[in-house]
C-alpha cells in the first residue's frame, strides 16, 4: 500500500487518480475535497454575516470569539444539540431522505473540479455535462422537501423554487454550450492570436482549461464581447439555480416562512444549509473553470519570462501575510479592558498562524528558486494551481454575499419572466453569433 | 482507462435497477414509485457508462432523471388525493394482466436461450472513451440530421400539446 | 459468468421490460401506469446501448437520444391529459375513467 501512495506522487507521472487508476489517491482527495469544502462552508457562513452586516452599517457577530470568529462553530453545536421535530403526518422516509439529496447533487459536483492540470478526483470526458446532470438532481432533493412536510407553506416554497431552479437551468445549460464551442474555436484571442489549427473542442474540465492555455485568453475576453456575455448569463443563472439574492424568494422569511425548508430542525436544517452553500461553490468553481481560467495565473504571456512568474509565486505568501497584517491591526484596536482579555489574545493567536501560513507559503517558492529541486518546484506548481483557484472562487462568494446585501428580492414571475423570456433568448443568441463569429474567424 | 470490478458494478447496478423497477410497480404511495423510478434510471446510467456510452448516460441523467421525473413529481402532488392511498392498487383483472406477463418473459427467455449461440465468440473489445460525444454529434448533425429536426419539432408540439392541455381556459 | 457480455446487459433489459409491462396491465394509478411506460423505454434504450456497444458502432446510441427526447414529449403530453381529465372527474384510476359509457 505505500507503493501505490509513493507511486502516485511520481513527479514525472502527473495524472487525476482517475486516469492512474488509484482509488486510494482518489479517496484521498476525495476526502481533502470534504474537509475543504466543510472549512469553506463555515468560512463562508461566517463571512456572510459579518460582510452583510458591516454593508448595514452594523457590525455583526463579535461576542462568540474575537470579531466572532467562532461564531459558526456556536452555530454548529446548537443546531446539532436542537430537537429532531418531524410533523406527525409527513412522509418520514421521504422526509429523512430529502436533504440528503440535495447534498448528495451539491458534493458529487466536486467530483469534476479541477484545481491544477492533474488535481482533480477524476478527469471525465464528459465532465460539463456530468455537473450539468448532477446538479439538476438537486431539484429532486427540493421537491421532495416541500413534499414530505405535509404543509403549505412548504409545498409552495418547493414548487417555486423547483420551477425556478428547472427554469434557469436551461439558461444555464446554453451558456454553459458556448463556452464549450469556445474550446475548438481559435481564432480572436484576446491579443488577436490567429486561427491556429482547429482542433477538436473537449468536454473535460481540465480539457477546457488547458484550451484557454492554448488559446492565451481566457473564455471571458474571447470574441468580445460574446464570452463576457455567456459569463454574464451564467453568473445570473448559477445565482437562480441556488436560490440565493436576489432570487431567493422560495426561501425568504419575510414571504414564506423560509419556504421548502420550514418544517425542518436542527441538523437537518443544517445539512439543507451545508447543500446550499456547497452548492454556491460547486457552481463558482464550475464558472472559473469555464470563463476565468481555471488554476491559470493573471497574465501569463503579456507578462512572461521567470522573473513575473516568481514574482506571481509569492502571492500565495503575501495574502496570507496581509491576512495576518489585518489581524493583528485588529489586536491592536481591541479596547483596552479585562473584559477583552482572552479575545485579545485570540485574535493575537490567529494572527500568528495566518502569518505563520503566510511565512511558509513564502518560503516554498523562494527555497525552489534557490535550489531548483524537483520536488519543490513540482510543490510550487500545485500550490499556485490551487491558490488563484481558491482566490477566483472566494472572489465569487464575495460577489454573492454583495449581491444579497445590494439588491431587493424579484417577484417570483418577474422572475419566471426574466428566466424564459430574457435569459434563454440572450443566450440562444449569444450561442448562434459564437458559432457564426467562429467560423468565420 | 482499464476497468476495474466489471461484474461487482453490473450486478449492483442491474441489481438497484431491477429492484426499483420492482418498487415502482408495488408502491402504494406514487411519490415512493416515482423515487424507485429515480434509482432505476440512475442504475441504467450507470450500465451506460459500463457500456462506454458516456453521452447516452449523461442525457439520460439530464433529461430523465433531472427533467422527467421532477414533471412526474409535480404532476403527483398536483393530482394526489389522501383516499387513493387507502383504496385498492390492483386491477380486478390482475391475474391476467400477470399471466400476459409471464408469456411474454417466456418468449424473451425462449429467444435468449435460443440466440446465446450468437453471442459467443465475439468477445466485446475494451474501448478507450475518447471522442465519444464527438462522434455522436458527427452522427446526430451528418447521418440523422432529418431525424434531429424532426425530434426537435416533435418536441415543440409537445410541449404546445402540454401547454394547452394544462390550461384552465383555452 | 464472471465475463459480463451482451447477453447480461439483454437480459435485465429484458427483466425491466416485462416489470414495465405488469406495471402498465395490473396498476389503477394513472400516474403509475405513466411510469411503468417509462420503464418499458428504458429497458429498450438499454438494449439499443448494449448492441451498439457489440457491433461496435454508435447508431444504438444516436438512436437511444432519440428516444429519450421521443419519452421526454411523451411524458410531457400524458401528464397534460392527465390533469386535463383531473379537473373534470376528480379520479386519477384507469377503470374509473370511463366516461364514454353512460
Redesign the interface.
Known amino acids: 500500500m505505500l507503493e501505490s501512495l509513493k507511486s502516485f506522487l511520481e513527479p514525472s507521472v502527473a495524472r487525476t487518480p482517475g486516469e492512474a487508476n488509484n482509488q486510494l489517491w482518489a479517496l484521498i482527495y476525495v476526502l481533502i475535497i470534504f474537509a475543504g469544502v466543510s472549512v469553506a462552508v463555515m468560512a463562508m457562513n461566517w463571512l456572510e454575516r459579518k460582510a452583510l452586516a458591516h454593508f448595514q452599517v452594523r457590525l455583526g457577530p463579535m461576542r462568540v470569539g474575537p470579531h466572532g470568529l467562532l461564531q459558526p462553530i456556536a452555530d454548529a453545536v446548537k443546531l446539532l444539540i436542537k430537537e429532531d421535530i418531524i410533523p406527525s403526518e409527513a412522509d418520514k422516509f421521504v422526509f429523512w431522505i430529502a436533504p440528503l439529496i440535495g447534498l448528495l447533487a451539491a458534493f458529487t459536483v466536486y467530483t469534476v473540479v479541477p484545481f491544477g492540470p492533474s488535481q482533480a478526483v477524476s478527469d471525465m470526458n464528459i465532465g460539463i455535462l456530468f455537473m450539468l446532470g448532477v446538479s439538476s438532481l438537486a431539484v429532486l432533493g427540493v421537491v421532495m422537501a416541500g413534499w414530505a412536510s405535509n404543509s403549505h407553506y412548504p409545498l409552495i416554497g418547493a414548487l417555486r423554487s423547483s420551477a425556478q431552479m428547472v427554469s434557469y437551468e436551461v439558461a444555464m445549460g446554453l451558456a454553459v454550450v458556448s463556452a464549450i464551442l469556445m474550446t475548438s474555436l481559435h481564432g480572436m484571442g484576446l491579443y488577436g492570436v490567429s486561427k491556429l489549427s482547429d482542433g477538436t473542442g473537449t468536454l473535460s474540465m481540465i480539457g477546457i482549461v488547458q484550451a484557454q492555455q492554448e488559446q492565451h485568453v481566457w473564455f471571458l475576453f474571447k470574441f468580445f464581447p460574446l464570452g463576457l456575455i455567456a459569463f454574464v448569463i451564467f453568473a445570473i443563472a448559477m445565482i437562480a439555480e441556488t436560490n440565493r439574492a436576489p432570487f431567493d424568494l422560495p426561501e425568504a422569511e419575510s414571504e414564506l416562512t423560509a419556504g421548502f425548508h420550514t418544517e425542518y430542525s436542527g441538523l437537518r436544517w443544517s445539512l439543507f444549509m451545508l447543500a446550499e452553500y456547497a452548492a454556491m461553490i460547486a457552481v463558482s468553481s464550475i464558472a472559473v473553470t469555464l470563463w476565468l481560467g481555471g488554476w491559470l495565473r493573471p497574465f501569463p504571456n503579456l507578462l512572461a519570462g521567470s522573473a513575473w512568474d516568481f514574482i506571481f509565486a509569492l502571492f500565495p505568501g503575501l495574502t496570507f501575510l496581509g491576512l495576518g497584517a489585518v489581524a493583528f491591526l485588529g489586536t491592536a484596536r481591541m479596547p483596552k479592558h479585562p473584559y477583552f482579555k482572552i479575545q485579545t489574545i485570540g485574535l493575537a493567536g490567529f494572527g500568528v498562524v495566518l502569518a505563520g501560513i503566510g511565512i511558509i507559503l513564502l518560503a516554498i517558492p523562494i527555497a525552489a528558486k534557490v535550489s531548483n529541486h524537483t520536488l519543490l518546484n513540482a510543490a510550487t506548481t500545485t500550490l499556485l494551481n490551487v491558490y488563484w483557484f481558491v482566490a477566483k472562487v472566494a472572489v465569487f462568494m464575495y460577489l454573492y454575499i454583495w449581491y444579497r446585501a445590494t439588491w431587493p428580492r424579484y417577484r417570483f414571475d418577474q422572475l419566471m419572466r426574466m428566466g424564459w423570456k430574457v435569459m434563454l433568448p440572450i443566450s440562444l443568441g449569444v450561442l448562434i453569433v459564437t458559432a457564426i463569429v467562429g467560423v468565420l474567424l | ?2 476497468p ?1 470490478a ?2 461487482f458494478f ?1 450486478y449492483m447496478l ?1 441489481g438497484f ?2 429492484l426499483g ?2 418498487l ?2 408495488t ?1 402504494k ?7 424507485a ?2 434509482v ?2 440512475l442504475a ?1 446510467a450507470g ?2 457508462l ?32 389522501e383516499r ?1 392511498v387507502k ?6 383483472i ?1 391475474p ?3 399471466l ?2 409471464c408469456a ?2 417466456a418468449l ?2 425462449g429467444v ?1 436461450a435460443k440466440g ?1 449461440t450468437l ?1 459467443e465468440g ?4 475494451p ?1 478507450t ?8 454529434g458527427l ?2 448533425y451528418g ?2 440530421m432529418f ?1 434531429f429536426e424532426i ?1 426537435s419539432l ?2 415543440l ?3 404546445l ?6 390550461k ?1 381556459r383555452i | 459468468m464472471t465475463e459480463i457480455g451482451t447477453l447480461h446487459y439483454l437480459v435485465v433489459a429484458a427483466a425491466l421490460f416485462v416489470l414495465g409491462v405488469i406495471g402498465v396491465l395490473t396498476r389503477r394509478n394513472v400516474v403509475i401506469v405513466l411510469m411503468s411506460i417509462e420503464l418499458i423505454l428504458n429497458a429498450v434504450n438499454l438494449n439499443l446501448v448494449a448492441f451498439s456497444r457489440m457491433w461496435g458502432n454508435l447508431h444504438g446510441q444516436v438512436f437511444s437520444i432519440f428516444i429519450v427526447v421521443d419519452a421526454a414529449a411523451e411524458a410531457a403530453v400524458g401528464l397534460g391529459i392527465l390533469i386535463a381529465f383531473f379537473r373534470n372527474k376528480e379520479t386519477i384510476n384507469v377503470d374509473e375513467i370511463d366516461l364514454l359509457k353512460w
Open positions: 482507462m482499464t476495474v466489471t461484474p453490473f442491474s435497477a431491477i423497477g420492482l415502482v410497480i408502491r404511495n406514487a411519490v415512493h414509485s416515482a423515487l423510478l429515480i432505476t434510471l441504467v450500465l451506460y459500463m457500456l462506454y456510452a458516456p453521452f447516452v448516460a449523461g442525457v439520460q441523467i439530464i433529461v430523465y432523471a433531472g427533467g422527467i421525473m421532477v414533471l412526474f413529481l409535480f404532476v403527483i402532488m398536483l393530482v394526489s388525493l387513493t383504496e385498492r392498487q390492483f386491477n380486478r390482475w391476467i394482466g400477470l400476459a406477463s411474454l418473459l424473451f427467455l435468449l446465446k453471442f465475439r468477445p466485446i473489445p474501448l472513451e475518447s471522442n465519444n460525444t464527438q462522434q455522436i452522427m446526430l447521418n440523422y431525424a425530434a416533435l418536441l408540439v409537445a410541449i400539446g402540454a401547454v394547452i392541455m394544462a384552465k
